[in-house]
């Protein structure tokens, strides 16, 4: 039985290992019933991947559970996922997961308010989330509306999600 306590803090580049192993608990277990088995098995290797530069940005955060376990990350930048670009007045939601294990106790919740309010604080004016297919409820909570389908390609295999927005 897991002590229900989590603390949020900046993550490093230090992360690395523990932030892909709790993104692969948890898109691996949280996306089977919203996608194919084997888009899920082809694609995980590279989205469960921690991105180095989202490490070391100062805007990704770690949810903490008493010994050390990440148990949330997510974050938030001025560069579009992906491409890199910036626009003024955006900003983007990226790479959130929370542990199958501590669903459901505002974890993810406390991660999406601070990057709201720090997006805010720095002059965007919009916030775009790549909303994965059974996150749009999670989005939507906090005010983000759906603007239609969204496909990247990881690794030539489109993946379907959901682009969302909410004005800050
Ligand atoms: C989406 C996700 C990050 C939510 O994490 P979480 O820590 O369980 O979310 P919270 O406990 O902070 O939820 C806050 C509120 O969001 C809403 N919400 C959360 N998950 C939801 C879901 N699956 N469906 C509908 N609404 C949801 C609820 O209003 C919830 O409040 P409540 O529990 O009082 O009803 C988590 O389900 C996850 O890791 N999913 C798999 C990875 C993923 O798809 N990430 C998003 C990539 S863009």
Redesign the pocket.
């Known amino acids: 039985m897991h002590a229900r306590s989590w603390s949020l803090r900046v993550a490093t580049p230090d992360d690395a290992a523990q932030v892909s192993a709790l993104?692969d608990r948890?898109?691996g277990?949280?996306?089977v019933g919203?996608y194919d088995p084997d888009l899920i098995a082809t694609v995980r290797p590279f989205v469960t991947r921690a991105n180095p530069k989202l490490l070391a940005s100062g805007t990704y955060f770690v949810?903490e559970a008493p010994g050390g376990l990440a148990v949330?990350c997510?974050g938030w930048t001025h560069e579009a996922p992906g491409t890199a670009a910036l626009e003024d007045g955006v900003a983007h939601?990226r790479?959130?997961?929370?542990?199958?294990d501590?669903?459901?106790?505002?974890?993810?919740?406390?991660?999406?308010r601070r990057c709201m309010a720090e997006a805010k604080a720095s002059g965007a004016v919009t916030l775009f989330?790549?909303?994965?297919?059974?996150?749009?409820?999670?989005?939507?909570?906090?005010g983000f509306e759906v603007q239609g389908p969204t496909a990247p390609l990881i690794n030539g295999h489109a993946l379907p999600?959901v682009l969302m927005r909410v004005a800050l």
């Open positions: 993104l948890s898109y277990t949280i996306w919203h949810a949330g997510g939601i790479h959130f997961a929370t542990d199958p501590w669903l459901r106790l505002g974890i993810a919740a406390a991660m999406l989330a790549d909303s994965a297919l059974g996150a749009e409820g999670f989005y939507g909570a906090f999600g």
